[in-house]
């Protein structure tokens, strides 16, 4: 008997390391399980960025100027065409709001106004030979994109377009009156 209480604590140390063994086991489970998770968290992670990465690349290598606006105006991202055609300059103007940044007070009244309507064939604010169109998109959770193109080449399409319709009907008035002078003197 006198033994009992010393193997009854050896059995007990016995489950006792068994159990820390299987604790271990298990917290080993969790652990790596934790880790694994992680590690799916930060290629998913990873992977995003990338996907947002090639999504800004993209956009900003589209020639017509993109602005991403906020609800109250402010500029929250831009392309590069928004640099050279709108004056808007990177990290500068981040943050502030575009109707107060755009030098054209058209194109600011417009912001400032009611934009359903696009405008269109109004100057670029930093070159007054380049003619834009603009038209604002709204998006999801009170943000707007801004679409700025420039027309130029179209406009100057159109002038040459109009400048032949009005010396061709020139060109074909002239000959017409002479041949109509003429059948008023042959007509009896």
Known sequence: WRFWPAVAIAALLALLAQFVAGTNKESTVLVDSAKSREERTLVRARRLAHEMRALRDAASAIPDAVVLLDGSGSIRWFNRAAERLLGLQHPHDRGVML????????ISAWL?????????E????????????????PLARDQHLLLARDISTLMRLEQVRRDFVANVSHELRTPLTVIHGYLELVEP
Do not use: K, T, Y
């Not at 400032?112 to 269109?120: I, K, S, T, Y």
């Not at 109004?122 to 998109?137: E, G, T, W």
């Open 122 to 137: 109004v100057a670029a604010p930093c070159d007054r030979r380049c003619q834009l169109s603009l038209a604002i998109i």
């Open 112 to 120: 400032r106004g009611d934009h359903a309507e696009p405008l269109n």
């Open 99 to 106: 109707a107060d940044r755009i030098a054209s007070p058209e």
